[in-house]
């Protein structure tokens, strides 16, 4: 089956510096893939929508200067967390449908960030 | 927009017993997909089943049956038969065929079989 690969499973990282989480589609092509961002016990809340080649789509409330989500090809998406500080310790888990026309999507292993 | 309601934030049910899990959403779309997903401990989110808006039947997969309401807005989970690694946390989701399809997830129930 198809295979979103999420690097890296984890990080930790300080106050201040940014973060780089990526996200790739093994087996497909995906042109367009999501961000969530799931606080504990909570459930996951799409950040933004990842188009290949154009600017990604934000939801309300997400700072987009904050969380840079580059889709340069059609198989890779990045999210960099830009400015760490301690609120944005979180999962983010992305994901990617696996065509248009088909009820698939495909879920990223997460990425546990913890910001010290 | 769309919106999943599910008011179980926890369930506890006996091994081998039947649980239905309850799902609501709200949507303007005339076309949508209803999904199930499991999310164990380590945060992998596990595809259940689906439901298309206009599927004439339930789906079904395996153990995992979705009781598909249409004109209740309701697509609720009903696992036969549960295990104690079914306990997780159980989210329902929606997307829309408009668009760019964004699945939006409900609150989520935490599942717990005990033995």
């Known amino acids: 089956g198809a295979v979103v690969s999420q690097h890296p499973s984890w990080v930790i990282c300080k106050s201040g510096t940014s973060v780089k989480i990526e996200c790739r589609s093994l087996d497909f092509q995906a042109t367009t893939m999501f961000w969530y961002r799931q606080f504990p016990k909570q459930s996951l809340m799409l950040m933004a929508t990842?188009?290949?080649?154009?600017?990604?789509?934000?939801e309300q409330g997400v700072e987009k200067d904050k969380f840079l989500i580059n889709h340069a090809s059609l198989t890779l998406s990045t999210l960099t967390v830009t400015s760490a500080h301690p609120e944005d310790s979180s999962f983010y888990i992305c994901?990617?449908?696996?065509?248009?026309?088909?009820?698939?999507?495909?879920f990223g292993s997460g990425t546990r960030l913890t910001v010290v | 927009a769309q919106k999943i309601t599910q008011t179980q934030p926890g369930m506890f049910v006996q091994e081998k017993e039947a649980v239905t899990l309850d799902c609501t959403y709200d949507t303007s779309d005339p076309s949508y997909g209803l999904f199930w997903y499991k999310q164990p401990s380590s945060g992998e989110m596990i595809f259940l089943i689906y439901?298309?808006?206009?599927?004439?039947q339930n789906a079904t997969e395996g153990r995992y049956s979705l009781n598909f309401q249409k004109a209740r807005k309701s697509a609720n989970l009903v696992i036969s038969a549960s295990q104690l690694g079914d306990s997780a946390m159980y989210f329902c989701a929606m997307s829309g065929n408009q668009g760019a399809q964004k699945l939006v997830f409900g609150q989520g129930t935490r599942l717990t079989i005990n033995p």
């Open positions: 439901q298309g808006s206009y599927d004439q």
């Open positions: 990842s188009n290949e080649g154009s600017k990604a789509t934000y």
């Open positions: 994901s990617a449908r696996e065509g248009r026309f088909t009820p698939k999507y495909t």
